[in-house]
Nanobody, 124 residues
Framework: QVQLVESGGGLVQAGGSLRLSCGAS????????MGWFRQAPGKEREFVAA????????RYADSVEGRFTISRDNAKNTVYLQMNSLKPEDTAVYYC?????????????????WGQGTQVTVSS
């Protein structure tokens, strides 16, 4: 079992930055690919970013490419999402997810463990 806890969400003005963190329990964290997803009101959950077990390979949604950066610190069992140049359309609940595979993936169904989510609100 892996438990994931997100933090770092909040209210920010357009153009601002936030860094989300996701702490994971379990000794096998370093073997898992990790991802971030988001869900806005009335919309389906969508892929944001993912990275492989080593952190070397990453993937981003087109909508966040160049603005968001995903990273991990396996010694701290933590994955991060640095979000810059935020836009009102980035407003959503952001979820951290773990995949019991070293390779990242984009479909949410590929992920086995999920956090409770953290709210990000970007005002215009």
């Amino acid at each position: 079992q892996v438990q994931l806890v997100e933090s770092g969400g909040g209210l920010v003005q357009a153009g601002g930055s936030l860094r989300l963190s996701c702490g994971a329990s379990g000794r096998t964290f370093s073997n898992y690919a990790m991802g971030w997803f988001r869900q806005a009101p009335g919309k389906e959950r969508e892929f944001v970013a993912a990275l492989s077990w080593s952190g070397v390979s990453t993937r981003y949604a087109d909508s966040v490419e160049g603005r968001f950066t995903i990273s991990r610190d396996n010694a701290k069992n933590t994955v991060y999402l640095q979000m810059n140049s935020l836009k009102p359309e980035d407003t959503a609940v952001y979820y951290c997810a773990a995949r019991t595979s070293p390779l990242h993936a984009t479909p949410s169904r590929e992920y086995d463990y999920w956090g409770q989510g953290t709210q990000v609100t970007v005002s215009s």
